[in-house]
């Protein structure tokens, strides 16, 4: 079995490559690193550099194919921050998608895995569940969906299998935590690290179900390998959600600090949102989700050995317009 794994500098997609490798197949590793670490991928996988917004650059990595699964997990994942960035959200999340899909619907892939977002369902559909019609309120949102309905667009045409996941709020090990605008809890632990207050946009008590990434790539890994799993699509993640003052306490607590919190105004945002995971435990019986003390416990160990690390400016705001003052620049 051979395998491309895109993002694979990444967070999730550095971590769906080692699963990958422990499934046994051979893996093509590549990123673009404007968000990851060449440190992160695997040493025994092939390693590409390049940027799939470019299709030429797609293209050629056929020559170290061919596969039989693709996995496409690269993407910038800044819900928040897509209104602001709509031309680079388009072109990073959906461009760089339809050419990878082009490429594996040229090449017969037997089956094209894509990680999408429970940002595809919106506001006010609790829980999320996979019957839910999506209703995104985001540009994120948006750019995901738009590839879900392509990849099937391109089974019905093309006969190309996919498996779609709808991960949310994923943390652990190998999260980038200079990144401001993404990943509230890599966000948190990084001011912690430097006896910063964390940052709350409103008042804290919007709700997120975080999952740790053990319990998400495995899954994400070995999908193609069950039957049951082509063509469908799944939510992933953990099942009980938390309020962010919650996690910010739980955060303090794991790195032996009290609880030091700063209040910006709130932004638009969905207020709640966590999902169902029948479907993924019917079809997948994966084991029971890492608690959230436990998860928050070993990435704050990891982040600790890691240090801190100088928040990354994005360079390219689009729209300034109702951009929260936090992420304006400096």
């Known amino acids: 079995m051979r395998a491309l794994v ?88 959906l461009i760089a998608s339809v050419n990878l899909i082009n490429e594996s619907v040229k090449n017969d892939v037997k089956c094209f895995v894509f990680t999408s977002s429970i940002a595809v369902y919106g506001a006010n559909q609790l829980p999320m569940t996979e019957e839910l019609a999506p209703q995104p309120e985001d540009p994120y949102g948006i750019s995901k969906y738009a590839v879900e309905l392509d990849l099937k667009a391109a089974h019905e045409m093309f006969g190309l299998n996919y498996i779609i996941f709808r991960p949310h709020n994923v943390y652990g090990e ?18 912690v690290l430097q006896d910063q207050p964390m940052t709350v946009f409103g008042d804290g008590l919007q709700t997120r179900a975080f999952s740790h990434v053990d319990d998400v790539a495995p899954l994400i890994a070995r999908s193609p390998l069950v039957p049951e799993a082509i063509n469908q699509v799944f939510n992933v993640g953990a099942d009980t959600p938390y309020t962010i003052i919650q996690l910010a ?10 609880l030091n919190v700063k209040h910006l105004d709130a932004r638009n945002e ?33 982040v600790k050995s890691q240090g801190p690390a100088v928040p990354v400016e994005f360079k390219n705001i689009e729209v300034s317009k109702k951009l929260p003052p936090s992420w304006a620049k400096k």
């Not at 306490?249 to 009290?258: G, H, L, S, Y």
């Not at 479907?279 to 990891?302: C, H, S, Y």
């Open 6 to 93: 895109t993002g694979a500098a990444g967070f999730i997609g550095s971590h769906v490559a080692d699963h990958c490798l422990s499934l046994g197949m051979e893996v093509v590793a590549t990123d673009d690193l404007s968000g990851g670490f060449v440190e992160n991928v695997p040493t025994s996988s092939k390693w590409i550099e390049g940027d799939l917004k470019d299709p030429d650059f797609v293209t050629s990595l056929w020559q170290y194919g061919p596969f039989d699964y693709v996995y496409h997990i690269a993407a910038y994942a800044a819900e928040g921050l897509s209104h602001f960035i709509r031309r680079y959200n388009y072109q990073t999340n």
């Open 249 to 258: 306490e739980e955060i303090a607590e794991a790195f032996d600090k009290p």
């Open 270 to 302: 969905v207020v709640h949102a966590f999902s169902d995971h029948t479907k993924v435990r019917d079809v997948f019986n994966p084991p029971a989700p890492i608690d959230l003390k436990t998860g928050i416990q070993r990435m704050a160990e990891w």
């Open 174 to 191: 190998r999260q980038n935590i200079a990144d401001k605008y993404r990943n509230v809890i890599g966000i948190f632990m990084n001011q």
